[in-house]
């Protein structure tokens, strides 16, 4: 998929005036032609560049040959009547336009999606110090917090280069809570879609394994060597091998998610592929670069379709892009001086 199909997509949703009836907080805001219409403040918003708001007027305005610019108080003024659900909104359309219309990269006919969450700095304020969190001691209080954070969520189709969910939340929010919420989210867009989702160690649990088994999603999840250890240790020097996992009723209920704990209490057995394999890359310091080879380990419910260096180059050369990701975001378009 090309770039500027992608932006053809996206400047046909942000200029349908269908869009306006989400945006509004006000009733009849955005209806009226004016400076600052839905459609100008919108792409103002995605293209801002600029750590002061005064230049990103003249940058975006100028770059339209557009000189009458909008003051900073008519700005302001009209960020704050924008209901921000649009971005919900548009991220819909977006994404099933795009998936419904253009030609997609996949792998053995598979969507190759990759889930991360990061950490983001914000700007220092009270409201946020209370609403987001920051590093605090317990001894400190929320106004004691010198820099607000939050944890960012994003699922990301690596192959095609599109974030098709991004959530902002409470710094100390967890990994998997907001993975249930994408696949919620996502779960009707996925429902005729061939899925192969790329995880990390922070996600390995039954609890997310048996969702994917219930919603038709293959996953590859990195685990740590000690990740039931029990199970695996009778498997030693073996690479490829499955392991049969009995839940008893202590710990079907810890499980959080209530369709996962009634389809365990159901059925509280799960067989699930473990490969073990080795990946080697090049680590970079100021002085020197090395290669470094790891032992690495995967659990999988993908068959023997896909062997072991499939689902080693899968996760290694694949999910790196969501990383990328994150450095596009927050290098190059500055996402942690948004306001």
């Known amino acids: 998929m090309m770039a500027h199909d992608a932006i053809s997509v996206l400047s046909n949703i942000i200029n349908d005036e269908s869009l306006i009836e989400h945006a509004q907080i006000i009733r009849n805001s955005f209806t009226r032609k004016r400076k600052i219409s839905l459609d100008n403040l919108l792409n103002y918003l995605i293209f801002r560049n600029h750590d002061v708001l005064s230049e990103d007027l003249v940058s975006y305005f100028g770059a339209l040959c557009d000189f009458d610019i909008p003051t900073r108080q008519a700005m302001i003024k009209s960020m704050s009547i924008l209901n921000y659900d649009v971005w919900d909104s548009i991220m819909d359309r977006f994404r099933n336009e795009i998936y419904n219309e253009l030609p997609l990269i996949n792998f053995k006919d598979y969507i190759i999606l990759a889930v991360d969450g990061s950490f983001l700095d914000l700007p220092p304020h009270i409201a946020l110090n209370h609403y987001f969190g920051g590093n605090q001691t317990s001894k400190m209080k929320i106004s004691d917090i010198k820099k607000p954070q939050a944890k960012v969520s994003m699922i990301y189709d690596v192959l095609n280069k599109i974030v098709l969910d991004f959530s902002i939340s409470h710094y100390r929010t967890s990994e998997i809570p907001l993975l249930f919420k994408h696949l919620k989210k996502l779960q009707e867009f996925f429902c005729d879609k061939k899925i192969i989702l790329l995880a ?36 030693e020097g073996e690479i490829n091998f499955n392991i049969n996992i009995k839940l008893d009723k202590a710990w079907i209920r ?24 080795t990946y080697t890359y090049n680590e970079k310091s100021k002085k020197k670069e090395r290669e470094v080879t790891v032992e690495t380990q995967y659990f999988t419910n993908l068959d023997g379709g896909f062997d072991i260096a499939d689902i080693i ?13 994150y450095d596009v975001l927050k290098n190059s378009l500055n996402i942690e001086q948004y306001t």
């Open 313 to 325: 180059d899968l996760y290694h050369h694949e999910r790196w892009n969501v990383e990328n990701a």
């Open 254 to 277: 810890r499980i959080k998610n209530d369709e996962v704990r009634k389809s365990m209490n159901e059925d509280p057995k799960m067989d699930i592929r473990v490969v073990r394999g």
């Open 200 to 235: 990390d160690r922070y996600y390995g649990s039954v609890e997310l394994f048996r969702y994917c088994e219930m919603h038709n999603i293959k996953y590859i999840v990195r685990v740590k060597k000690n990740f039931f250890k029990h199970y695996i240790e009778k498997h």
